[in-house]
Nanobody, 120 residues
Framework: QVQLVESGGGLVEPGGSLRLSCSAS????????MGWYRQAPGKLRESVAT???????NYADSVKGRFTISRDNTKNTVDLQMNSLKPEDTGVYFC??????????????WGQGTQVTVSS
């Protein structure tokens, strides 16, 4: 029983900032990779930013220099700081985590999604 819960989405004007947070809880032994994905209307879900257990990060070209992903391995959380937001950043943002449960069974988990709308 593992659950990911996101928070921090909302409506912002272009150029504004948001910070998304995701907390993993339940029968967790360890977490490998974590990441944020988004899905815009009419588009496929895409990777925004990922981070390994030893804090190596990768970003989509469209968000490099504007977004920062971070994680706290003691709290099982991953955050996404989003600055200089653009209308094209609008979409539903999903948290993802590669998790081993207490009997070492590994699988991906997804949060419920949080809406980010960038509009003037």
């Amino acid at each position: 029983q593992v659950q990911l819960v996101e928070s921090g989405g909302g409506l912002v004007e272009p150029g504004g900032s948001l910070r998304l947070s995701c907390s993993a809880s339940g029968s967790i032994f360890s977490i490998n990779g974590m990441g944020w994905y988004r899905q815009a209307p009419g588009k496929l879900r895409e990777s925004v930013a990922t981070i390994t257990s030893d804090n190596r990060s990768n970003y989509a070209d469209s968000v490099k220099g504007r977004f920062t992903i971070s994680r706290d391995n003691t709290k099982n959380t991953v955050d996404l700081q989003m600055n200089s937001l653009k209308p094209e950043d609008t979409g539903v943002y999903f948290c993802n985590a590669d998790i081993l449960n207490l009997v070492r069974f590994r699988r991906d988990y997804w949060g419920q999604g949080t809406q980010v709308t960038v509009s003037s």
